[in-house]
């Protein structure tokens, strides 16, 4: 996909309508996590030094269209100056005279916030005259939340067709990374999908067991398929229902030269709790009616590590077992270190994404040795589905 960057801009002087996601985790009306502040600070400052007005649009929580008092944005001015080492103003509204009179008051290099377009009914309606008051206050539009690329609402693919539109910094990282996975990959390339229901995750597998040469299948989902091949599975999650879906992925896999990993053996127990006491057996026994599946076993782990020692690329998007309690995050941590070493020494192009998968990234303390670990929950499923995200096809355009 070819999208213009801020490279191919002329910026000195310009009023940047720069659409960002500051939907941060709040905690007695603080910020409590900075990451998705911190993401924005290359496209700020790369338009700070071109001489731009930077003007940020962001969403934060559901006001469905109202003027709710504790999903406002302002909270995120100070933790936002404090990272950028520079003043940030803030409007009390992100069209009308209150942003146009914050707007005027501008000089180039300086940051404006404007408040939560979700007090606007006409943001999420992608309502063109809302995205003609948002235009309104701006020269050029960058989008650099690709968090909230899948929704086709006014700041992210409205107002791409009414200003020159570029791509911000963290986008177009996260675009290049997406690409390296998918689009244009070194092979082999490597699938890890966990999660706990198939049925949520029809439209990924399909897509991915006709672009991957392996896929590790973990998580409640691996219940499924292994209960779709005979295996008694006891009292563990399990859709079995789904079986004959399970089955016909497979039969997909097969055609498409795509080899499905399954866990041979499981880690059981009967309760779900910290250090419960559990055992390893080989799934070809069978679990008992009285015992759960929390983790894939010692040598379904060495298997999903010899695919990915193979492997050139790996996307990776959801984890293997019930990774929050001890001692089931096992395989899921062996297999996130693995991946990061891979990636350190540049054998291998490692991109993960999803809230599970960064959660168990950071659990396992390698997220920085990724080659790219994506915020973005929805959006990142939606592309690993094959899907087109309107705020990334506005780009294109």
Known sequence: MTFKTLDDADLSGKRALVR?????????????????????????????????????????????????????????????????????????DCVGDEAAKAVAAMKDGDVLLLENVRYHAGEEKNEPDFAKALAANGDLYVNDAFSAAHRAHASTEGLARRLPAYAGEQMRKELEALDAALGKPQRPVMGIVGGAKVSTKLDLLNNLVGKLDYLAIGGGMANTFCFAKGAEIGGSLCEKEMADTAREILQKAEAAGCKVILPVDVVVAKDLAPNAPNRTIDLADGVPADEKIFDIGPKALEQVLAAMSEAKTLIWNGPFGVFEVEPFDKATVDAAKHAAQLAKTGRLVAVAGGGDTVAALNAAGVSHDFTFVSTAGGAFLEWMEGKELPGVAALSQ
């Open 20 to 92: 960002v996601d500051f939907n941060v985790p709040m905690a007695d009306g603080e910020v409590s996590d900075d990451t998705r502040l911190r993401a924005a600070l290359p496209t700020i400052e790369k338009l700070r030094q071109g001489g731009a007005k930077t003007i940020l649009l962001a969403h934060f929580d559901r006001p469905k269209g109202k003027r709710v008092p504790e999903m406002s944005l302002k909270p995120v001015v100070g933790p936002l100056s404090k990272l950028l080492g520079a003043p940030v103003a803030f409007a009390d």
